[in-house]
């Protein structure tokens, strides 16, 4: 398996601002993806993050509203831009590990709440 | 296009068995995967399984897969109130990501 960090676990925001979510990860990873769950919904794809490269975006998300970086194997970043109360959501970050990509981990997620 | 339906409630009573049902339409899904989610936690991957398999079981969780209908089942055997959380499945098709279902919300009656 795979021990996936995330930070914050969760936070406050008021409308306008931004927060950026970190993802970090232990293993080699071959791919990382980030997920939305809004209240009492199911999950999202936002997008694929791509090392060294821009992000694969899902069909309603857009990469001035949610920036993405991946810089290194085990690491990227989700931006939540000009917040509104309807990003207000739980943001996960998920991994397929190098040598069992058939096999899919979930952080832990960030609760964000947007004031 | 790619759909997966999930029942959304279900309730047993403790040491009875729990059937999960899901739908999905992606013929070309490689693996299928059952999540559980507590309140306030993460997603917990139990268990999947290969699209050419049409039986998985560990322990107490029994996988069925009707490929020809596109059907998924996750059988608890002997439920306990530890079981209460939502259940979702989810398929992986080429691009790799996966597609949710809406999740089954399991109470389970001590």
């Known amino acids: 398996s795979a021990v996936i960090s995330q930070k914050p676990s969760r936070d406050i925001c008021q409308r306008g601002t931004s927060l950026t979510i970190q993802c970090q990860v232990d293993?080699?990873?071959?791919?990382m993806f980030w997920y939305r769950q809004q209240p009492g919904q199911s999950l999202t794809l936002i997008a694929t993050?791509?090392?060294?490269?821009?992000?694969?975006?899902e069909s309603g998300f857009v990469i001035d509203k949610f920036p993405i970086s991946r810089p290194n194997l085990t690491f990227s970043t989700l931006t939540v831009s000009n917040m509104s109360p309807e990003d207000s959501s739980i943001y996960l970050c998920?991994?397929?590990?190098?040598?069992?990509?058939?096999?899919?981990?979930f952080g832990p997620g960030t609760r964000l709440l947007v004031l | 296009g790619e759909d997966v339906e999930q029942s959304l409630f279900l309730s047993v009573r403790e040491g009875d068995s729990s059937v999960i049902n899901c739908t999905y339409t992606?013929?070309?899904?490689?693996?299928l995967y059952w999540y559980k989610q507590e309140p306030g936690a993460g997603l917990q991957l139990l268990t999947y399984?290969?699209?050419?398999?049409d039986m998985k079981q560990d322990q107490r969780l029994t996988v069925l897969l009707n490929k020809k209908d596109k059907h998924l089942s996750l059988r608890i055997a002997d439920t306990q109130t530890g079981d209460s959380a939502i259940y979702f499945c989810?398929?992986?098709?080429?691009?790799?990501?996966?597609?949710f279902g809406s999740g089954t919300r399991l109470q389970v009656q001590p």
């Open positions: 998920s991994v397929e590990v190098a040598r069992h990509q058939e096999t899919q981990y």
């Open positions: 293993s080699q990873v071959t791919m």
């Open positions: 993050a791509n090392q060294g490269s821009e992000a694969t975006y």
């Open positions: 992606d013929s070309s899904s490689t693996y």
């Open positions: 399984i290969f699209s050419n398999m």
């Open positions: 989810a398929e992986k098709t080429g691009r790799r990501a996966l597609t």
